[in-house]
C-alpha cells in the first residue's frame, strides 16, 4: 500500500508538467496562427493599394480619351 501512495505521488507533478506543457504550446500555436493572420492582411492591404492605383490610372486615361473625343473627332 505505501508504494501506491508513493508512486500517485509521484504521477501528480507528472500531470501538472505535462498540462503546463500543453498550454505553452497551444499559446505557441496561437501566437504563430495570430502571425501568420497579421502577415497575409499586411500582404493583401499592400496587393490593394497596388490594384487602387493601377484602376486610378486606367481611370485617368479613360477620362483623357473622353475629354480628347468631346467634340466627336476621335
Do not use: W, Y
Request: with cysteine; proline share 1%; hydrophobic share 45%.
Amino acid at each position: 500500500m505505501r508504494f501506491m501512495a508513493a508512486r500517485a505521488a509521484v504521477a501528480v507533478p507528472h500531470r501538472k508538467e505535462k498540462a503546463m506543457k500543453h498550454s505553452a504550446l497551444k499559446r505557441i500555436a496561437a501566437l504563430l496562427m495570430l502571425a501568420l493572420f497579421s502577415s497575409s492582411v499586411l500582404t493583401a492591404c499592400n496587393t490593394m493599394a497596388g490594384a487602387g492605383k493601377d484602376v486610378q490610372k486606367a481611370g485617368e486615361k479613360v477620362e483623357t480619351k473622353a475629354e480628347d473625343c468631346k467634340d466627336g473627332k476621335c
